[in-house]
């Protein structure tokens, strides 16, 4: 793979990360997200080997970190989100079942 190819294949990725953090679509971030190290193994590679200027890999790197802060962030808001409202659905079949079994209770 030539040089400025592992450079694209590193924004490609940042795009698709991007469109699927948008559309949470949390599945398809777990399956790019482990796309990350194989695309960037070669990129670093290719920096060792002096086929790479420094600072074009370095911003690449820095985009997709602050990405990958940003979608933590995202996740960690979308799992306390569901996770409050399970919370409340629990609370409401509680009231719920309470109010059945002061229903089913009551004298004649």
């Known amino acids: 793979m030539a040089a400025p190819e592992q450079l694209e294949a590193v924004d490609t990725l940042v795009e698709h990360l991007k469109a699927a953090l948008a559309e949470k679509n949390w599945?398809?971030?777990s399956r790019l997200n482990e796309l990350v190290k194989p695309?960037?193994?070669?990129?670093?590679?290719?920096?060792e080997a002096g086929e790479l200027e420094?600072?074009?890999?370095?911003?690449?790197?820095?985009t997709l970190?602050?990405?990958c802060d940003r979608a933590n962030i995202s996740a960690n808001e979308a799992k306390a989100e569901a996770q409050q409202a399970l919370k409340g659905a629990n609370q409401n079949r509680s009231a719920a079942k309470a109010y059945q079994n002061v229903s089913l209770n009551r004298p004649k």
């Open 27 to 29: 599945d398809e971030l």
């Open 39 to 47: 695309t960037i193994e070669p990129v670093m590679a290719a920096l």
């Open 54 to 62: 420094p600072e074009p890999v370095r911003k690449r790197l820095a």
């Open 65 to 67: 970190q602050s990405f």
